[in-house]
């Protein structure tokens, strides 16, 4: 690898939670760079974002920062994975879990589930609702964290949510202690130079700065990447049509569940994130079918909040990608190159695998663009992979009650491997073999897409006469339900395992 080409000196753009994990990531990993962040004090971070998917704690091991070390600054919880709460209605269904994955999950149970929704799928009454099948379910319902005792086998994934002020702080502290110089200013003007490279900005005391590479974290500004860079933008409107939140604290309760809380509204849903001071709650819905007052008045009522002074606050969510997140020598991390709604809270994750799968394409390639149009379209894929998992929930939705969900499940802007794995789901004698088969587990494993699918109840009546086949047979079940019970002894209590923490 030729060290000749390596940047000198990177100036990232944004000092949100995209710019601060960018900064940790290259100061651990390339040392000998000179690395600069620049952040205006004019203009305020997005300061939402609170849950995590399992890349939160990659990104953590990657960046060396022990979770002693940021959780009780960031007054951080585990995260199981999310309920989802009355995004169908059919009896039976009217709510289910998302795990994050555990070992015991594919080696023991996964494989009865599929099963059951196979015996399901051809008509037999058998339980195919995907609760009672997964370890992190179980002990969520327990109000159990994640970390098990040393001597279970068996390594379970988990996330964390967070207030995301503060951990932008804690990172921009944790990075300039790893010499990362953190300089205030606004950008007025992005200079070119010969081949459209960006060389400088120009700051708003007239002072330039210039550096070799460029990371965009101006949020949805964008400011280098679509701005001086003009890299279009792929909207998901058209598949997604959220486009605007609305959030508010309440106060935390006793025992603080390990999961978020994703519940059904009228034209939208709520989250609801436990924090180890507050609960954080926003209703994301789209302008088209609510007015901002309307959505604060539903939220207001959903919380129980409709005569409390509690102030709310408003945001636009910009909803799609940019069609390069590399390009010249600038790459955008966060939401300047994208944003998908937070239903599966991804966002960080994303920016963790653009930063990481940068690092290496770019040390892989010396220092030059040689593996930028690979990593552009990876990168595009993960992204595409998320929106099909997002958009998957609102179209096969079962409740038609109000325009917007009754639109949501008319809407037939769907991808192509999203069209390919609803026919597989009701076409596939094997839904999990056909989705590797036809390469469609992109961001998502098929035991996820199952989960949605059986979550909802997205099955065929049920045959004439229908009784339990022997797969689904109540004996079966009790077993599993014990194994998963006895596996469930080896996790504390969630409050306990935050306490260990101090
Ligand atoms: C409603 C909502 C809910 C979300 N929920 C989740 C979630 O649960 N999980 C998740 O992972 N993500 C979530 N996100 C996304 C998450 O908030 C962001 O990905 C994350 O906060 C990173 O933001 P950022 O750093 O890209 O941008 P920002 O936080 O907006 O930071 C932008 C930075 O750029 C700087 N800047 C802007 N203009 C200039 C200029 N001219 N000169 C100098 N500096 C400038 C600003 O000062 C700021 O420091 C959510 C987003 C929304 C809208």
Redesign the pocket.
Known sequence: MSESQKPKKILI?????????AANLLAVRWKDVDICL????????????????PH?KLFFDQAEIDEAEWMPRCNATYKNGISFVGWSSLPGYESYFHPFPAQTDDIFTVPVFFNNIRARMQGDDVIAHPDPYFLETYITQQNRGPIPEETFPFGVAYGYHFD?GLL?KFLADKAISRGVKRIF????ETLMGPGGHVVS?R??DDSILSADFFID?????S?LLQGALKIPFKSYRENLFNNA?V?MPTPISEVIPPE?KATALSSGWA?K?PLTNRYGN?Y?YSVDYLTQEQAEKELRAHLGMLNSDVAARH???KVGRVEQHWAKNCLA????QG?I??LE???????FETVSRFIRHFENGSFTTQFQDLFNSEINLKFEGVRDYIVCHYKVNQRADTPYWHDNSANNHLSDNLKKILNLWSGSPDFARDMHANNLVVSYQPKSWACLLAGYGVFPPLKAGAKNSQVGSAQNLDQLADFVRRCGLNFKSHNDQLKKLN
Request: proline residues 2%.
């Open positions: 753009v944004g000092g949100g939670t995209a710019g601060w994990m620049l952040e205006s004090s004019d203009i305020g971070i997005i300061g939402v974002g609170e849950g995590s998917t939160l995301s932008g200013g606004t950008v007025t900005v700051l708003d974290c101006s949020g949805f500004k400011l939140a959030v978020t989250w994130i926003g994301v945001l636009q969510m991390v966060g939401l300047s944003f709604e937070p809270a991804t966002a960080l994750a994303l920016s």
